[in-house]
């Protein structure tokens, strides 16, 4: 479960797209085509601590599939 190769290349994808998704929605529409107006460390940090959510949150909340393992495993 944790310590798989598939849960953490699924936690590393999750926390790529919500950095993405952090850094876009801080740099805004309206200053997309000026890229020397924008702060460009405030978006690097933001991204950052949202791709650091994302993997706390795969660790803390598993995903449906993660759960039915960890039943399956507890009747065994």
Known sequence: MLMTVDFWKSA???AIKAAAAAALGVIGA?????????????????????GIVSILTSVAVPTPEVRAVRRMAKRQ
């Not at 890229?35 to 405030?42: E, G, N, V």
């Open 12 to 14: 590393g994808e999750a």
């Open 30 to 50: 309206d200053q997309f085509l000026s890229a020397l107006t924008i702060d460009w460390a405030a978006v690097g940090g933001i991204a950052l601590l949202a």
